[in-house]
């Protein structure tokens, strides 16, 4: 800072502090009303006295709902998410940066375009090819008069059907179409010296050594990064995984935790256990904010000192 | 680490090389010979760095041939040439330390351990990095990391040893050691090297042969004697020699060349226009000669630069021994020594003198 003033340092600290307050008192609401019994709750209602509950509740959410299986199917779909979407973004960014390809340019644009349009954009139009992944080729096959030819030829009408609603597959893969990955590994190899892969030439190694032996080893912050992001996007996702899975066993964590709360209006909802599962929802993507922290800043600010 | 007896030579047969429709090179032929040292030397932008690239390997030739001790190998891969390149910013691998990077090429030619290590040492011998394996790029000075670079390229003992800009990273003082020892290396490993700079002193002391180049065009190929004394032509006269040489428009009528203003400069058969070229230091200062009035003068400590006016406006360049009788003065009359006079055609720019007796 220019000034160092005291009293300018103590406003800092002072808007500082609110701001922290303001954020953290919801999590002081959820993670106290944890600690409470159902019963200490109905009587005092919400308050900032811890009780002593949390293991009881959380007993209460592991036996009595579908949350553990939810919490597995949550870990599987934004792992998943997360793999694909730093496998997929690397080799493009490889592609893109590394090779003249004739239109790269308009390629990479096309794939930046991606980010204007996000999935609840496409919701439909995504829950319909979900539905059936063989609907494109359907209507290519038709546009092109194949069906008809087929058809009078064997008397077969091609119809192909595969839903992929329901599996960890189709809760996965329209949460990975977007270019937000490809887009920080092109920027990164853009900062590496352009005589890297040169030099690596003549040293003999060819396109796949140099992305094994030095792109990868260089990348590993940035991996760090997208996966941490990927994973978060796919964690905290809730309203593809809301209809692309019917049942309460293909459920993500956040949905199910949704559901947690009783649909009947009359009932008073037990709340120390759903804060219970939204602390159990939470601590998985807490952990690894915490433990990656220090690669996430490095993969997301592109330099290397 | 022995000498190589390996060097070889490189013939360059029409090589042209455009980036889609523009030109860069055109048509370019020379012979580097093997085990000489050649510095390729020219302007920014003038294609060095593609003309090394396409030596390497890194960079397709759009025609023409390349031939390395014989063999065409303008399809090869680089890993095939037999070439080795020190980049400008030394492109090491960050993350590798000092071995790794210099044993890659060895590792990535899958040769054993044992014997890369043995090789990586000598290499690392060689430019007195022997205590440095185990650092990273990271943790070296930039003399230190040019070192690893030209080390990691002699590793493999290549026959032909490329540098592009190794030298203009570094400061001053650092780049006259290195470039010792790249002149005493080049002696021991005896690797034809081709070296890249647009830094004219390095090109005079480094070099056996300096290739100069204007926009993709050989305008000299020759010994530094050669390009410093008989440039042949008005941009090698004036791109060689710091201050550069003086060049004048005259008129030649046969006797003399003169000024536009009448005044005889020195004699000479030639008739018709063209530039006259003589070294500031050539300029010798005589009782009755070309009256000059001195605009500015600049002391070097061991010799000054004078600034002089000539009868015509014309301001030329004159170095003379510090302490000679003229310093205090205001006038001069300076004489043309008809033996370090050079003459070039105004149109086309090339020497139109070709006398050889005129050496020193
Ligand atoms: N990949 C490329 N695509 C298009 N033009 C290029 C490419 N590489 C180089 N050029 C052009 O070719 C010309 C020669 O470039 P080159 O890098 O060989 O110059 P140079 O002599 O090495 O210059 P410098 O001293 O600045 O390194 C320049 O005009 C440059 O703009
Ligand atoms: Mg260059």
Redesign the interface.
């Known amino acids: 800072m220019i000034e160092n003033t005291k009293s300018l340092d103590r406003t800092a600290n002072v808007i500082l502090a609110v701001g922290v307050l303001y954020i953290l008192f919801p999590l002081v609401i959820t993670l106290v009303t944890a600690t409470q019994s159902f019963e200490s709750f109905l009587q005092n209602g919400f308050s900032f006295i811890p009780g002593t509950y949390l293991l009881e509740n959380i007993q209460i959410v592991w036996e009595t709902t579908q949350l553990p299986r939810q919490l597995l199917n949550s870990i599987i779909v934004a792992t998943m998410v997360a793999l694909i979407k730093c496998g997929i973004a690397f080799t493009t960014a490889f592609a893109i940066v590394y090779f003249r390809i004739r239109y790269g340019g308009i390629l990479f644009g096309m794939v930046l375009v991606t980010n204007l349009m996000p999935l609840d954009l496409r919701f439909i139009t995504t829950y319909q090819v979900a539905a059936n992944i063989m609907m494109p080729v359907n209507a290519l096959l038709d546009f092109f008069g194949i069906t008809y030819i087929v058809q009078t030829l064997t008397g077969y009408r091609m119809n192909f059907q595969v839903s992929v609603l329901n599996t960890y597959f189709g809760l996965a893969a329209p949460l990975l179409a977007n270019g937000t990955g490809t887009f920080l590994f092109r920027q990164y190899f853009r900062t590496l010296p352009a005589d890297l892969s040169k030099a690596a030439r003549m040293d003999g190694a060819g396109p796949m050594r140099f992305l094994w032996d030095i792109l990868i080893p260089l990348s590993r912050a940035n991996f760090a990064a997208l996966f941490v992001l990927m994973f978060l996007g796919g964690w905290t996702s809730y309203l593809w995984p809301l209809v692309a899975a019917s049942t309460p066993e293909m459920q993500t964590a956040v949905v199910g935790l949704a559901r947690l709360s009783p649909g009947d209006p009359g009932q008073i909802p037990h709340y120390p256990a759903i804060m219970t599962g939204a602390l159990m929802v939470s601590v998985i993507p807490l952990a690894m904010i915490a433990l990656m922290q220090r690669h996430i800043v490095r993969g997301l600010t592109l330099t290397e000192k | 680490m022995q000498p190589a007896s390996i060097a070889a030579e490189i013939a360059l047969d029409a090589v042209e090389k455009s980036f889609g429709n523009t030109p860069v090179i055109p048509p370019l032929s020379a012979t580097l010979g093997a085990g000489e040292f050649t510095v390729v030397l020219g302007p920014s932008g003038c294609g060095k760095s593609t003309l090394l ?1 396409m030596i ?3 960079e397709p030739v759009s025609a023409g041939r390349i031939r390395i001790d014989g063999q065409e190998v303008q399809d090869w ?3 095939d040439r037999g ?3 020190v ?3 030394y ?5 590798m330390t000092v071995a790794e990077n210099i044993g ?2 060895l590792k ?2 899958g040769i054993a351990r044992a014997e890369r290590q043995q090789r990586v040492e000598g290499a690392a011998r060689v430019v007195q990095l022997g205590d440095l394996l185990d650092r990273r790029p ?1 943790q070296l000075s930039g003399g230190q990391r040019q070192r690893v670079a030209i080390a ?1 390229a002699i590793v493999r003992e290549p026959r032909v040893l490329l540098f592009d800009e190794p030298l203009s990273n570094l400061d001053a003082k650092l780049r006259h050691g290195m470039r010792m020892e790249l002149s005493h290396l080049h002696r021991r490993i005896g690797a034809t090297s081709v070296f890249v700079t647009h830094d004219q002193v390095e090109a005079m002391t480094l070099a056996d042969k300096v290739l100069i180049l204007n926009e993709g065009r050989i305008e000299q190929f020759g010994t530094p004697h050669e390009i410093y004394h008989f440039p042949a032509s008005l941009f090698v006269a004036g791109f060689i020699g710091a201050p550069a040489m003086n060049l004048i428009e005259v008129e030649g009528d046969g006797t003399a060349l003169r000024l536009p203003d009448g005044t005889a400069l020195a004699g000479s058969a030639h008739r018709g226009r063209a530039v006259l070229g003589i070294r500031p230091e050539k300029l010798r200062i005589a009782e009755d000669g070309l009256p000059a009035t001195i605009v500015y003068r600049e002391d070097l400590g061991s010799h000054a630069v004078l600034v002089v006016r000539l009868g015509s406006g014309q301001e030329i360049n004159v170095s003379t021994p510090l302490g000679g009788d003229t310093v205090a003065a205001d006038q001069l009359s300076l004489h043309l020594p008809e033996a370090h006079v050079h003459l070039f055609d105004p149109a086309s720019g090339q020497r139109l003198n070709v006398t050889q007796g005129q050496v020193r």
């Open positions: 690239n390497a390997g890194l891969e680089p890993k070439c080795a390149m980049f400008q910013n492109a090491l691998y960050p993350h890659y090429a990535v030619a990271g990691r």
